[in-house]
Structure formats: structure tokens, C-alpha cells
């Protein structure tokens, strides 16, 4: 019996991960946190049986604490309940599937108190890279990404050496916009931006990547999960999502890991690592597929790719603005209050406007996310 930890787990990745335990008979939920989703939270406290749950919002914590009063089960609220279930005893793993740099505190503490990480947090690593990975390896802490392109390079690395790599090879859909000009997109409308072609994500991720700002992100979080120089991370575009990444090994040879696309199985091979499980869905089929074609991403329409570039080759707080300004302006263009194409321009005069930082310790990274938040506050 294996017990995890879900942070968000009313999310897209926490909900799946959820499907994964009920699968399988050999994981227990010891502890779970969300936002404010009541109902989702209770049905989720009767099947599971959790011993610790966190709700980020006092009111909604209110609520689920009359709704579950006949269950043996402790309600926490705000950061002091995220980092409880983060650190729980006999909690082995913490699937950190929870969206935004909230995730950051609840990481590094789950690794100081010796949990291995599923990480599904992008912000995590994209903004703290630098304190994260030297604190997993002097904890003895593994970091196992549930991301599938993160999960594939990691897969396509089982058994090789990580000295022998020549680049990772990043795949990317291209969005719902891909092949559209900038005049085109200044138009867009939310619900356009939200009609993924191939996965079913959180809407915070599914805009990410119709900017490609997700696949910029990828490639900071790449660099710091495989020790890569920016130089040897590549983005290709393969549209029909079966290729979910690649390695280029020194003597020309190339790994990729293929499959539908389906977050359960980088999930499941997170949680169970190095053992492969069953897991039930549909497979690739060749024959129906007919083709796999690869494009360049268009850095030319989608500037979230160039700017997640600039953003990691200028380091310390920089990524901080970058994914910051991103998340505010992501927040607004889903309230309607600006366009598709704003995200870029809030994006850059977040990052022209800060003065960076070079080790940001946490308590700057944080500070740092508050700067972005002010200027986006005090212009749009």
C-alpha cells in the first residue's frame, strides 16, 4: 500500500489522479487541498477517506465542515492547511497539482520532510528552480513529473545516461490558433481559446497553450528537471499530439515516447515508478493514425515561446515576471477584461519594467510575483 497527498485535487490533475487510485487497489489518500469547490470536495472526502483536507477559502471551508460533520476528518484553511497535507507522515508522495506559485511553500516543505514529488506544478520549478532541485537532492527527494512531455523525456531516459544526451525535443500541439496571423488573433474570443484539438486540461493551462507560453514554461521547467542548457531544449509542433517528446542522444539516435493523449499515464507512472501498471483507455493505432507530421513553432505569432526564452536566458527573477505577468493577464483575458493578444503585451512590460534579481530567495521570488501583480493593477 503506497499513501500521496493531492494538492488540487478538484483540478484536472488532481481529479485524474483520483481516477488512478480508484483503479488501482494499493494507493490511500491521506490527505487532500483545494480552492473552493464544496461539492466536488465532499464526494471526493466520502469515497476517499482523507484524513486531512485543505480548503484555501474560509468560507468554503465553513461549508464543507457542515457537509462532512459525520465524517472523522480535520478541515484546514489558507497556507496552513496546504502545508499539512504537504507534510503529512504517512504521506510518501505529493502529487503538487495545484495551479499558480501557491504551490512553491508546500513543495519545498514536503520535500524537507522527505516526500518524493509528482510534480504537476509548473510554477514550481519555472520560478524556483534554483532552491527546489539542490533541496531534492540533499533531502534524497526524487522529483517525478507528471507534465507528459516531461514524463516522456523521462521515460525515454530510463537506462541511459543523462551525459550522452545531444537535446530534448519538446512537443507542442500548436493550440487551437495554430497556422493564424497576429491581426488574427487580436479577434479571439475566450470560448475559441479553450477549444483545445487534443487534450482536456484546466483553463488556465488550455490558454497557455493557445499562447504557447505552456510550452515556454516547459522549457524552464525542462531545464532544471534533466540539467539542460536552454541551448539543448528544441520545440517541435506535432499536431496530433502521439508524440509527447523526444530525446537526441550524441550519435544521432532519437527516443520519443508515444501514446494518446491521456494525463492518466504519466500520472500513474509517477506514482508507481519504476513499475509499469495496467491502465485501461484507448491505444495508438497506426493504421487509423496515418500520419505524424512536425512543424517549427511560429515565434513570430506566438510570442509567449520567444518570451519564455528570454525570460530563462536572463534567470534569477525573471521567470518569476514572466510567469506572473502571464497568470494575471491569463486571469483577465478568462474575465474578459482584455484580449487574446494582450497577454503578450502584459507579458513584456511586466519583464521590460523589472530589474532583476539574481538568487532570488523565495521571500523575493514572492515579492517579485506581487511587482508583476501591481504594475499589471495599476496599467490594465
Known amino acids: 500500500m503506497k499513501t500521496i497527498s493531492i494538492l488540487g485535487s478538484t483540478g484536472s490533475i488532481g481529479t485524474q489522479t483520483l481516477d488512478v487510485v480508484r483503479a488501482n487497489g494499493d494507493l490511500r489518500v491521506a490527505g487532500i487541498a483545494a480552492g473552493r469547490n464544496v461539492r466536488l470536495l465532499e464526494a471526493q472526502i466520502r469515497e476517499f477517506s482523507p484524513k486531512v483536507v485543505a480548503v484555501w477559502e474560509e468560507e468554503a471551508a465553513k461549508e464543507l465542515k457542515t457537509a462532512v460533520a459525520d465524517l472523522d476528518v480535520k478541515i484546514m484553511t489558507g497556507m496552513e492547511g496546504l502545508l499539512e497535507v504537504a507534510t503529512l507522515p504517512e ?15 508546500p513543495t519545498i516543505e514536503a520535500i524537507r520532510a522527505g516526500k518524493d514529488i509528482a510534480l504537476a506544478n509548473k510554477e514550481t520549478l519555472v520560478t524556483a528552480g534554483h532552491l527546489i532541485m539542490p533541496l531534492a537532492q540533499e533531502c534524497g527527494v526524487r522529483i517525478l513529473p507528471v507534465d507528459s512531455e516531461h514524463s516522456a523525456i523521462f521515460q525515454c531516459l530510463n537506462g541511459e545516461q543523462p551525459s ?21 488573433l ?8 479553450l477549444k483545445h484539438p487534443n487534450w482536456s486540461m484546466g483553463q488556465k493551462i488550455t490558454i497557455d497553450s493557445a499562447t504557447l507560453v505552456n510550452k515556454g514554461l516547459e522549457v524552464m521547467e525542462a531545464k532544471w528537471l534533466f540539467g539542460m542548457d536552454l541551448d539543448q531544449i528544441e520545440v517541435v509542433v506535432q499536431p496530433q499530439s502521439v508524440i509527447h517528446s523526444m530525446i537526441e542522444f550524441k550519435d544521432g539516435a532519437i527516443m520519443a515516447q508515444l501514446g494518446t493523449p491521456d494525463m492518466k499515464l504519466p500520472i500513474q507512472y509517477a506514482l ?12 495508438l493505432d497506426f493504421a487509423k493514425l496515418g500520419q505524424i507530421t512536425f512543424e517549427r513553432p511560429d515565434t513570430e505569432v506566438f510570442l509567449g515561446l520567444p518570451y519564455a526564452y528570454r525570460a530563462a536566458r536572463e534567470g534569477g527573477s525573471m521567470p518569476t515576471i514572466f510567469n506572473a505577468a502571464n497568470e494575471r493577464a491569463v486571469s483577465r483575458f478568462l474575465q474578459r477584461k482584455i484580449g487574446f493578444t494582450d497577454i503578450y503585451e502584459i507579458i513584456a512590460a ?12 523565495l521571500e523575493q521570488i514572492l515579492e517579485a510575483e506581487q511587482e508583476a501583480y501591481e504594475l499589471i493593477e495599476s496599467r490594465w
Not at 550522452?164 to 488574427?184: C, V
Not at 508507481?272 to 491505444?283: K, Q, T, V
Open 186 to 193: 487580436k479577434g479571439v474570443r475566450v470560448e475559441d481559446a
Open 272 to 283: 508507481y515508478y519504476p513499475e509499469r501498471r495496467y491502465l485501461a483507455g484507448d491505444r
Open 350 to 361: 511586466c519583464m521590460d519594467a523589472h530589474k532583476k534579481i539574481e538568487h532570488p530567495s
Open 91 to 105: 504521506a510518501e508522495i505529493v502529487v503538487t497539482a495545484i495551479v499558480g506559485m501557491i504551490g512553491i511553500r
Open 164 to 184: 550522452q544526451i545531444e537535446k530534448l525535443l519538446i512537443t507542442a500541439s500548436g493550440g487551437p490558433f495554430r497556422g493564424r496571423t497576429a491581426e488574427e
